[in-house]
């Protein structure tokens, strides 16, 4: 099927897809880094759903 006989550009084009998926994340990653700081502050402890919320949702 292939001249190689091995596939190898299937595998060569599937790891750099991934490369350039894991490239976009660290540009996201260092962008939001500039936007909100090396450590954002922890969500609010007191907003918190109700205790039988899920109760009505699984009916």
């Known amino acids: 099927m ?3 006989g091995g596939g190898g550009s299937v ?3 599937t790891d750099s ?3 350039a998926q894991l490239d976009e994340v660290r540009a996201l990653l260092a962008r939001a880094r500039e936007l909100f700081g090396e450590a954002p502050l922890p ?3 007191d907003i ?6 899920v109760q ?4």
């Open 48 to 53: 918190a759903p109700a205790a039988d919320a």
């Open 17 to 19: 897809t991934l490369q």
């Open 2 to 4: 292939w001249a190689d």
């Open 11 to 13: 595998a060569f084009m």
């Open 56 to 59: 009505n949702w699984v009916r």
């Open 43 to 45: 969500p609010p402890a």
